[in-house]
């Protein structure tokens, strides 16, 4: 990706992918749970966009491309409506028998008309080493390995471009409370420009807790930044 097609903003990022042609919108609507939004472009009828739901992502962001922090997972897809899946992630580390963390998420879409199945097919993979075996149209798995899904999107939907939200929830207690927490945080509006304006107030409200006076910008101009980029990061994890 170009550096020049990031935006950031409380709560927000943003950047474009080259390959594949996709515009990634990524909101912190609570610090409980999140929408990712999305966006392919120059799709043709050969193209089937997909998403790649990686349970053990947070243990490489710790440990690089190690796959050990994570102990075990477990994926979910709701049988009554392929758009849900839920899981968990047990991974070592920040407390004496690790953590686990719960998930509920849903697939949604604001442009099409007919939501009721976003997902074509399912594809659910475990990785042991550098070996990844997949199964195809599986609807629970637990694994105590890397776990990761692929969902396929309906061809159906594929047009020139195609705009999917990815709505999730996470908690420390169980996935009914992560799918509680989820609900919480969209409230009564939860198209995504919506979102987008009560996160950025919602944010800035939660740092402005404490206000600078008195600094001279010429002489330390990157003190606020610093300053204020802490108060955020503090407010990151739950």
């Not at 996709?22 to 999305?38: C, D, F, P, Q, W």
């Not at 409506?81 to 407390?95: A, C, D, E, I």
């Not at 807790?209 to 330390?220: E, N, Q, R, V």
């Not at 606020?224 to 802490?230: C, E, K, L, R």
Request: with cysteine; hydrophobic share 35%.
């Amino acid at each position: 990706f170009n550096k020049t097609t990031e935006t950031a903003s409380p709560g927000f990022y943003s950047v474009y992918l080259n390959e594949p042609k996709t515009k990634v919108e990524l909101m912190a609507i609570s610090n409980l749970a999140g929408v990712h939004r999305y966006t392919w472009d120059s799709l043709t009828t050969t193209t089937n966009p997909a998403l790649v739901i990686d349970m053990c992502h947070d243990s490489k962001i710790h440990k690089g491309e190690d796959d050990t922090r994570c102990l075990d997972a477990s994926f979910n897809i709701d049988t009554a409506n392929s758009n849900v899946f839920t899981g968990h992630v047990h991974t070592k580390g920040g407390l004496s028998n690790g953590m686990i963390l719960y998930i509920y998420a849903e697939l949604h879409s604001e442009n099409e008309k007919d939501t009721s199945s976003l997902v074509d097919s399912w594809r659910v993979c475990t990785k042991d080493s550098k070996t990844p075996s997949c199964q195809e149209d599986i609807n629970t798995i637990t694994a105590s390995q890397r776990l990761y899904s692929i969902a396929h999107l309906n061809k159906k939907l594929t047009k020139s471009s195609l705009t999917v939200d990815l709505r999730v929830g996470i908690s420390f207690i169980s996935i009914d409370q992560a799918k509680i927490n989820l609900q919480a945080a969209l409230g009564s509006t939860p198209d995504f420009s919506s979102l987008a304006t009560r996160t950025k107030e919602q944010w800035c409200e939660t740092m402005n807790f404490i206000s600078i006076t008195g600094l001279d910008s010429t002489t330390d101009p990157d003190f606020t930044t610093i300053f204020y980029s802490a108060i955020y990061r503090s407010f990151m994890s739950p």
